[in-house]
């Protein structure tokens, strides 16, 4: 079973800077899809940014400009760059490994990590 262990968050006020990252176990890490989303207080969880196995990345309109993710195959690692953050940036941040169907057919599923809690406050 694929596990995920997302660290790097925490404490920051507003315009500061943190770093999340995702440390996968127990997959082939570089042929995964993988992702960042986040779910504020009463709200939805909703998507912040995937990057694909080719390193093809997608960001939301929100953190466009602010955020960067990447990822390190050879440490099976994907991280999370977060600038210039603000209170609407307060959530718990969550690493995905997004489903995929293999060329072989293969089917792999969604798996979550945790979740790591970022608070912005002055």
């Known amino acids: 079973q694929v596990q995920l262990v997302e660290s790097g968050g925490g404490l920051v006020q507003p315009g500061g800077s943190l770093r999340l990252s995702c440390a996968a176990s127990?997959?082939?890490?570089?042929?995964?899809?993988m992702g960042w989303y986040r779910q504020a207080p009463g709200k939805e969880r909703e998507l912040v940014a995937v990057i694909n196995s080719g390193g093809s990345i997608l960001y939301s309109d929100s953190v466009k400009g602010r955020f960067t993710i990447s990822r390190d195959n050879a440490k099976a690692t994907v991280h999370l760059q977060m600038n210039n953050l603000n209170p609407e940036d307060t959530a718990v941040y969550y690493c995905?490994?997004?489903?995929?169907?293999?060329?072989?057919?293969?089917?792999?599923?969604?798996?979550w990590g945790q979740g790591t809690l970022v608070t912005v406050s002055s």
């Open positions: 127990r997959t082939i890490f570089s042929t995964n899809d």
């Open positions: 995905k490994r997004e489903p995929q169907v293999l060329p072989s057919g293969v089917r792999r599923f969604a798996v």
